[in-house]
C-alpha cells in the first residue's frame, strides 16, 4: 500500500520560503504521478502542484505559478515543493497525494495527513 509522509510546514512571515517534502513508498510502477492540495479554514480544497514519475511533467495552480516548484528525488522517493515568496493566503493544510496509474488530473488515491503551513503578514 501507498504511504506518504510529509514534513516542513510551520510558521513563516510574509515573503518568506518554506519547503515542503513527501517521503513516499508502496507504489508497485514506475507510473504514478504525487502532489499536493491544500485547504485553508472555511474552504474548499485546490489542487496546488504534482508531477508525474514517468516524464516529470509538472502542474501548477495559478495562485502559485511563479512562487513554487514542485521536484522530486528519485533516489530518496521524495517529492519537494518550495514555495517562495508566501502570502497570508498560501496559509493552509498542505497535504500529499498520490495516484498509482495516473489520470488527466491529480485524483487523490492516496493521502498524506497534511502539514500545516502559516503564513503571518
Known amino acids: 500500500e501507498v504511504q506518504l509522509v510529509e514534513s516542513g510546514g510551520g510558521l513563516v512571515q510574509a515573503g518568506g520560503s518554506l519547503r515542503l517534502s513527501c517521503a513516499a513508498s508502496?507504489?508497485?510502477?514506475?507510473?504514478?504521478?504525487i502532489g499536493w492540495f491544500r485547504q485553508a479554514p472555511g474552504k474548499e480544497r485546490e489542487g496546488v502542484s504534482e508531477?508525474?514519475?514517468?516524464?516529470?511533467?509538472?502542474y501548477y495552480a495559478d495562485s502559485v505559478k511563479g512562487r513554487f516548484t514542485i521536484s522530486s528525488d528519485n533516489a530518496k522517493n521524495t517529492v519537494y515543493l518550495q514555495m517562495n515568496n508566501l502570502k497570508p493566503e498560501d496559509t493552509a493544510v498542505y497535504y500529499c497525494?498520490?495516484?498509482?496509474?495516473?489520470?488527466?488530473?491529480?485524483?487523490?488515491?492516496?493521502w498524506g495527513k497534511g502539514t500545516l503551513v502559516t503564513v503571518s503578514s
Open positions: 497525494a498520490a495516484d498509482e496509474p495516473p489520470g488527466p488530473s491529480l485524483r487523490g488515491d492516496y
Open positions: 508502496g507504489f508497485i510502477s514506475d507510473d504514478y504521478v
Open positions: 508531477i508525474s514519475s514517468s516524464d516529470g511533467l509538472t
